[in-house]
């Protein structure tokens, strides 16, 4: 067999642009400028070809005659070696390393076979020729380039030079061997080394059980049984922490959990649905892969948000692309498997203009974090025709070490399919990827605090993900379920099999035939095919009279389906290689063996210090406005946003930039799934670190505000509206940071029972913090700051009742609607001033907000608001902004009538206080009265109206406050993330 | 009149057949989503159908070139068929992906020479995928699908979706032709200057979309399946989304050359 190399450049005539954006990115990052680049990409293709054969196949199938041209040679041939740009370059090669997940050699395989003589193996790989005669590159130079820029070494392999190895298959046979552990001889040390080299992050409580338990069984455990315990035990699949025992203290006093988060978040819940009575609208929550709520008659939609935040540290593109792969496939694994409708994606980044220099060892530059993480999300999402409607990029620079990636997913499932159950005695199959190496250890890992030594220990846990065997599984997954050819569902998400299984047969007993799992290459070891998190894997419980037929619907669509055990009524899981027996553990042992984690949490509020504020008359504040509008958190995303599908599925209501010039900040997306009905979904979020700082109670009860607000301001009915928790903290093993989460959770429990608004779904993220040692040899941690994203959705009974939030008519009326406070504290005006600490944090009046978001529901559905803002980030003036230049008209506000809690009011208080549940709303002169008798018992004011002029002004007791043109407010927001 | 019947293809990473086949619905026609295997394993069951249609989506993930892969299937194992489909004045249409297909099959534009195509879409000058709208004008006498329709908007969503001819008398003969039926222009309807993002992708003579020499095999990038609902128009709620979406006419030209 011959390896061939197909090299692909641009055509004559064609602008390199690979080589084009590679040079900004290599400026951005402040690497290099003006260095000559030209770059090609390729493939390897091993196989019985001749010349004439692989020219054939360049010239058909992997390059386009009218925009490229090829060079074929054999793997080693001088030919292959010249540099567009003449002599003087330095070649390097950049491949996905062996065993990492390559989508298109898999589909070039696919396609080589077509032509007539399959290939044995193929790999893509880049091809960079960096420099020329006049501007060679030192060593250092490459290997800054290469590791900056140019390759990821934890999925990436570089070859300085040709390719130097003549063949692409690998793997070795593996031959079985059982791998007993002396677990029950070894002390103290013993075990947490063991715990600590085997990568099973478990406590010495948790493995002193673990050897209690096999010592009552008078022998030692497998690497199988051991690694089964820890991911099942690990903090990302059983959460031990939040649902174990803490005890509280804060301001109020102390207070004793059993189960934190089945006391406040679960319990919040429990008490509405009981209030809800026979009008109760959940269906199924916090019990399967994701929430299930009522949505028709015939429907009810699933949602789920999860983080992939380890993983995308390491390895940002393949981090978010399994991330948001992974969260797609839970309201696929939820009931008899739901279709995913819609996409949501939120961000935390460091500033992208962090110093190159500045960056702590084993961290990557915040920029490549965001481009890369944002490619992941947009590759996977678009390729699996799930449009991504609703985000938000929040920047700190406490998130440098641990960028946070949530990804979100709303799905659609039938009434009578909500809910699935294995059966005594179905067959365990396995669907969808082949199970390879990759992943292993990714549920224990994700549960471990980040080092600058990660990227080399834990490099397996890093995947790039594969959609389009996803979409293959979803297409099938649900002809089958509409066919009823299977009983129960899940994903094989963290911990893979394990974790799977596990949980189906939790209640039954399973015994797996882990010999018979389809394999990526061969060598893996009984327990790397139990434990590997390989992507787009799913597994499903099918009776013996389902199987014929569900293995053939499969194949007819070339999803591959395998049975690899049994669902056997034993209580026991009993997994086999061969004949012979790996692991026999007791389930009960497995999901209740695991001693309960107690842990101290202590809250003390930080005392309130003053904001200082200029004079109260002879200043404006149109620098202020401008410098809100292009801070990183209130810019404008269309970078971002651009790059998703939005549209796909055909149900776009209300999109994520709207206005005159379809670019204005929209509150929420909406959508409608049923493209027979005129039902829609509506899609947003809430989310303030920064009030965090000051309290996180107050952080949580605005965090959920705010994403109510949202999903009002644009039609959504406040009574039907569910959300999810998405905790990321630091490390919770610290009394006071595990305190400022508990202080969340309660409050999470008052403000949900309070709204009537239902949590369905939640997860955590713990241990977010980044550890390194600086010049001096001295330990640093960064923590993040504490995040916690609400989600929320929301329905709308007809969409052409919704609105947008830019202008729409001059003459028309703006009231505000809610009470502004003096509430500066944790605001982007304080933020700007280098003040993060100082001021009064928003609070929520609860009873005040659930009228309020009651009325302006009631308003805009009845045809009375043609416009509708939330007041946020930036407060007043910002939203008054955004809404003149969304929809290219001026508008005039005074602040003398603006609701408020103080006499006389600071100007900068009124401007850009961010005190929750407040809108503002344009209202046709016509509808005035309908409009404020809908708001009769709520506080609002008419405080301006529209202008077909192009300046915002703001006036307080005649006095100018702001003065601006809406094209430069436009420019400010817009410029700073315009990439 | 006589309903006809669509036959949607699907292959694996295909994304718009649903809506695809609503809109066809929605304009009176019955419409199938056939997966290409039930094709490829008995091509005669194009002779049940009157249209066919390519939906968009990331077929085989655009993996090699967006349309390729499905294209070289075509060109292997469905050649005859389709040409079949074509000489019986039958319709294709495709969409996005199913447009990048029917280029790299041959199916709408022949070869130059074996194998060599005369034209390509291929990576946006941006580098990368978007979605917005587009302002369009038709530039076709012959095109069935764009009967009566002078200026249309719509949304585009691809990352490559840039018409590239090989030569620039093919390019000069497709448009004496009329068969680049469809054109990127200003928003104010002019066709002078159209730059990024009005022309999104950098096309060359901004085209958007392409007919064969019949008008009956038609593939376009922007998606019009994706604006049959007035709330489908990204400025409904300023009242520009008419009374039915815009792009449903495409569809109901289709049914009603059968008609």
Known sequence: ?979 | MATPKVLILRAPGTNCDHETAFAFEQAGAKADRVHLNRLLENPQLADEYQILCLPGGFSYGDDVAAGRIVGSLIRHHLSDTLKKFQADEKLILGICNGFQILIKSGVLLPDVDEGEMPATLTWNNSQKFEDRWVNLAANSSKCVFLDGIDEIYLPMAHAEGKFVAESAETLTALENAGQLALKYVNADGSSDNVEYPANPNGAQMNVAGVCDTTGRVFGLMPHPERFIDPTHHPRWTRGEGGTVGAGLKMFENAVNYFG
């Open chain 1, 1 to 979: 067999m011959t390896l061939w190399e197909v090299d692909i450049y641009p055509g004559s005539g064609q602008v390199d642009r690979a080589a084009e954006g590679l040079k900004a990115d290599a400026a951005d990052l402040g690497l290099m400028n003006d260095l000559p680049i030209a770059v090609a990409h390729g493939y390897l293709v091993e196989g019985d070809f001749d010349q004439t054969e692989i020219e054939n196949l360049a010239a058909r199938l992997l390059a386009d005659n009218v925009v490229e041209r090829t060079v074929v040679a054999q793997v080693g041939c001088d030919s292959l070696d010249k540099s567009p740009n003449g002599n003087g370059a330095s070649l390097v090669h950049v491949l996905p390393m062996p065993g990492v997940t390559d989508p298109v050699a898999q589909s070039a395989m696919t396609a080589i076979s077509d032509f007539g003589k399959p290939a044995a193996a193929v790999r893509t790989f880049h091809k960079y020729f960096l420099g020329d005669e006049s501007n060679s590159l030192s060593e250092q130079q490459l290997d800054t380039l290469c590791d900056k820029l140019l390759a990821n070494d934890s999925i990436e392999q570089v070859i300085r030079g040709p390719i130097d190895f003549d063949r692409l298959t690998f793997g070795t046979p593996y031959e079985f061997e059982p791998l007993i552990t002396a677990i029950r001889e070894l002390d103290d040390d013993g075990l947490n080394q063991l715990s600590k080299d085997g990568q099973l992050y478990l406590t010495l409580v948790e493995m002193q059980t673990i050897q209690a338990y096999f010592q009552k069984l008078d022998r030692d455990p497998t690497d199988a049984e051991l690694e089964s315990v820890a991911q099942t035990w690990s903090e990302h699949c059983s959460h031990k922490t939040l649902a174990g025992r803490i005890a509280y203290k804060d301001e109020n006093g102390e207070r004793h959990f059993e189960n934190m988060l089945k006391e406040t978040i679960f319990a919040a819940t429990v008490e509405i649905r009981k209030q809800l009575g026979d009008k109760d609208w959940c269906v199924s929550v916090f019990q399967d892969n994701a929430g299930i709520v009522r949505f028709t008659d015939n429907y009810n939609l699933v949602f789920k948000v999860e983080t992939h935040n380890h993983p995308s540290a390491l390895e940002p593109y393949g981090g978010a692309n399994t991330g948001i792969g992974g969260v797609i496939r839970d309201p696929m694994g939820t009931g008899m498997g739901a279709k995913p409708i819609c996409n949501t994606d939120v961000f935390c980044f460091a500033p992208p203009e962090t110093d190159a220099e500045s960056l702590p060892p084993g961290t990557l530059h915040p920029r490549r974090v965001m481009k890369g993480v944002v490619s992941g999300v947009r590759d996977y999402g678009n390729r699996m025709g799930i449009p991504t409607v609703n985000g938000a990029v929040y920047f700190d620079k406490r998130y440098l070490g641990n960028p946070l990636v949530y990804c979100g997913n709303v799905g659609l499932i039938p009434h009578e399919e909500s809910f699935g159950d294995a059966h005594d005695n179905d067959l365990i199959i396995a669907v969808g990827g082949r199970t390879g190496r990759d992943g292993i250890h990714g549920a224990t890992f994700s549960s471990a605090e980040l080092t600058s030594e990660s990227e080399t220990l834990s490099g397996g846990a890093v995947q790039i993900g594969n959609a389009i065997t996803e979409k293959m599984v979803l297409d099938v997954l649900l002809e089958a379920r509409d066919k009823k050819l299977f009983n129960a569902v899940t994903d094989c998400g963290a911990g893979g099999f394990s974790s799977a299984v596990g949980e189906m047969g939790e209640k039954i007993g399973a015994e797996v035939w882990l010999d018979k799992a389809p394999l990526k290459y061969d060598g893996l070891t009984y327990t790397e095919i139990w434990i590997s998190e390989a992507q787009e894997r799913m597994v499903l419980a099918a009776s013996e009279e389902q199987w014929p037929e569900l293995e053939k619907l499969f194949a007819a669509e070339g999803v591959e389906a395998v049975a690899i055990g049994r669902f056997t009524p034993t209580g026991r899981l009993c997994l086999k290689y061969g004949e012979a027996t790996v692991a026999d553990l007791d389930m009960k042992f497995l999901h209740d063996g695991r001693p309960p984690i107690v842990r101290e949490a202590t809250y003390t509020p930080n005392p309130v210090t003053p904001v200082e504020l200029p004079p109260a008359t002879g200043v404006n504040y149109n620098e202020d406005l401008t410098n809100i509008l292009g801070s990183l958190n209130v810019a404008s995303k269309h970078w971002v946003i651009r790059q998703y599908d939005h549209e796909v599925q055909g149900g776009s209501v209300i999109k994520p930039l709207v206005g005159i010039q379809n670019d204005g900040p929209g509150d929420a997306a909406v959508v409608r799934p049923l493209l027979e009905s005129r039902r829609g979904v509506v899609v947003s979020c809430g989310m303030n670190p920064r009030y965090g700082d000051l309290d996180t109670y107050h952080m949580a009860t605005s965090a959920i505000d705010e994403a109510m607000r949202n999903c009002v301001a644009v039609g959504a009915d406040p009574s039907m509206i569910a959300i999810l928790d998405n905790f990321c903290w630091g490390y919770t093993d610290r009394p006071e940071t595990l305190g400022s989460l508990v202080r969340a959770a309660i409050a999470c429990n008052d403000m949900a029972v309070a709204l009537g608004t239902p949590f369905i779904s939640g997860k955590d993220s713990l241990n977010n913090e980044f550890s390194y040692f600086d010049d001096n040899g001295k330990k640093q941690t960064i923590a993040i700051p504490a995040s916690l994203l609400i989600s929320a959705m929301g329905q709308v009974a007809d969409v052409s009742t919704c609105v947008t939030m830019d202008l729409k008519n001059a003459d028309n009326l703006l009231y505000v609607i809610g009470t502004t406070h003096n509430e500066l504290g944790g605001s982007h005006y304080t933020m700007l001033q280098g003040n993060d600490t100082g001021g009064h944090v928003p609070k929520v009046d609860v009873q005040l907000a659930k009228a309020t978001f009651a009325a302006v529901h009631t308003a805009i559905s009845s045809g009375n608001i043609r416009s509708c803002h939330d007041l946020s980030e930036g407060g007043l003036a910002t939203a008054a902004a955004e809404m003149a230049f969304a929809g290219g008209l001026g508008a005039e506000l005074s602040l003398d009538k603006v609701p408020s809690s103080e006499e006389n009011a600071h100007a900068a208080v009124l401007l850009f206080s961010e005190s929750n549940t407040r809108f503002l709303v344009e209202v046709e002169p016509t509808k005035a009265a309908a409009f404020e008798a809908a708001l009769a018992n709520i506080p609002h004011a008419q405080v301006g109206q529209v202008t077909d002029g192009s300046e915002v002004i703001i006036r307080q007791r005649g006095n100018s406050m702001i003065r601006a043109g809406i094209n430069e407010l436009k420019e400010a927001w817009q410029s700073p993330l315009d990439w």
